[in-house]
């Protein structure tokens, strides 16, 4: 056979070249329009189907037992945290009741040995009158707890008998205090009397319970009364 020119073995394989590339270009689409139909092949997922594939989830992420959502999940532990708290509570609340009556009976046990021992205490109580219609006239008592002892310008029998009785003094009125033995203590009381009463250069309130005190001094009416306590 004839050897082919120069000019022609250019042209064939230019020919050769365009084949090649052709054959690409056609793969390339046949292989696009392929994706593009299988794409179109699969049935998009539907927003119901997406949300019951959710359902199976937990709050953590894993497969729920017996198809429960993440609201029963919480809804469970939120009640569980409720339960917890008020175990607790009511834990709380016995302890501190039992502190209480634990406590309470230590104080009542306190109390009463506190109100036994002012029982017990007794006191010879003197008062002596240094000046006014009085002068000089004394008056003693050994009070008991509880016991009153009435002051005024009254003559009825229990201030002459069982209480101090100042008829002279006009100053005074008619019930114008008292004294009396409290858990172990002494105390006066002025009974809204018109003139007062004075106790160590104290002016004194109405129904206002005052300490008596060895050495102490009390005014009524025009009376000044020197006070002594001594113990039995």
Known sequence: SATPRPAERTSNRTMTTRKAKTSASVAQTANKRQKSSDAENVAPVPAAAAADKGKGKTASGGAAGHDQTVSDYLQGRCEAM???????????????????????????????????????????????????????????FEPINGQQIPIGRSKAKKYREQGISLGKDSGVSISHGKIEMREGKLLFTDLDSSNGTTYNNAELESHTPVELTDGGVLILGDGEFAVAIAKL
Do not use: F, M
Request: proline content about 2%.
């Open 82 to 140: 409720c339960q917890e708290i008020q175990d607790h509570a009511d834990g709380l609340i016995v302890r501190l009741k039992g502190d209480y009556e634990r406590q309470a009976a230590e104080l009542r046990r306190d109390a009463n040995v506190s109100t036994e021992t002012a029982a017990a205490t007794r006191y010879e109580l003197t008062l002596t009158a240094n000046s006014g219609p009085h002068i000089s006239k004394e008056w003693k």
